[in-house]
């Protein structure tokens, strides 16, 4: 397997990222494409680990939230160290019927960013990203839960240099 650094964070990541979208099902259109249950999921993680696969995708709106729990759940079935495994998820799409549980605002990504953390079983993410375009929030929100003011936003996460509350570049 070949390695390239991700970023300017440190993180060497296998050329090859291992996608979860078909991780449990769901409702709708995830019962359609989210066939993989837990057992085929740990298959999957475990071979994808032999092959030198360290870098791992999900979102928070995969078979509604079940992907990342899916995951995260495989990580701990075959003892796999979280340092050991690069992992990205995503916010944007509608997690819920609320107004605010869609889009890049502030809000939502602070929300998201906590219910990720929880389904993923970990205290950190290394790779975040925003899964779409908002056409209605400025730039400048969505931008700012990784500024340094937002630190003390949410105590129980981890922070990284660059304020982002439970994502961390590790190295």
Not at 34 to 61: C, H, P, R, W, Y
Not at 83 to 98: E, Q, S, W, Y
Request: hydrophobic share 35%.
């Amino acid at each position: 397997m070949q390695y390239k650094t991700l970023g300017d964070t440190g993180l060497l990541v296998s050329t090859l990222c291992f996608g979860t979208m078909t991780f449990h099902g769901g409702a709708g259109f995830w019962k359609a494409i989210g066939t993989v249950d837990q057992t085929e999921a740990d298959q999957l993680i475990k071979a994808s680990i032999d092959g030198g696969i360290n870098f791992f995708d999900t979102a928070d709106v995969y078979s509604e939230g079940h992907s990342e729990i899916t995951f995260g759940q495989s990580l701990k079935n075959l003892n796999i160290a979280r340092k050991d495994v690069v992992i990205a998820t995503k916010v944007f799409g509608r997690v819920g019927p609320g107004r605010n549980d869609v889009g890049a605002s502030r809000g939502h990504i602070m929300d998201a960013v906590d219910a990720s953390l929880k389904r993923l079983g970990t205290d950190y993410i290394d790779l975040y990203q925003i899964h779409g375009t908002d056409t209605v929030t400025p730039l400048e929100e969505t931008l700012r839960p990784s500024t340094p003011s937002s630190r003390t936003a949410r105590s129980a996460t981890s922070a990284s240099p660059t304020g982002t509350p439970g994502v961390s570049p590790r190295h």
